[in-house]
């Protein structure tokens, strides 16, 4: 199983994906982000259109301002433990 654990902030314009790169090198199976304060929490999601790619997750932050984020992302590799 592969993990990856990256901090990343968003930046100040409100509605512009910012490419997060999670290091993984592999497309991950499941991911997900935390904030790291209570600042932007519920404001920043996926565009619909946005695919996951090998290195980076596309997120959109709906709040001017900037928002610290934890992201996570795991591959299994084919095996479930």
Known sequence: MLRSRVRN???TNTGVAKNIA????????????VHR????????????VSTVSTVNIP????????CTLDVFTIRYQGRLY
Request: net charge positive.
């Open 9 to 11: 902030t968003t930046g």
């Open 22 to 33: 999670h290091g993984l090198g592999a497309l991950p199976d499941a991911w997900w982000w």
């Open 37 to 48: 304060s209570n600042r932007g929490v519920g404001r920043t999601y996926i565009a619909a």
């Open 59 to 66: 997120l959109i932050n709906a709040l001017r301002s900037d």
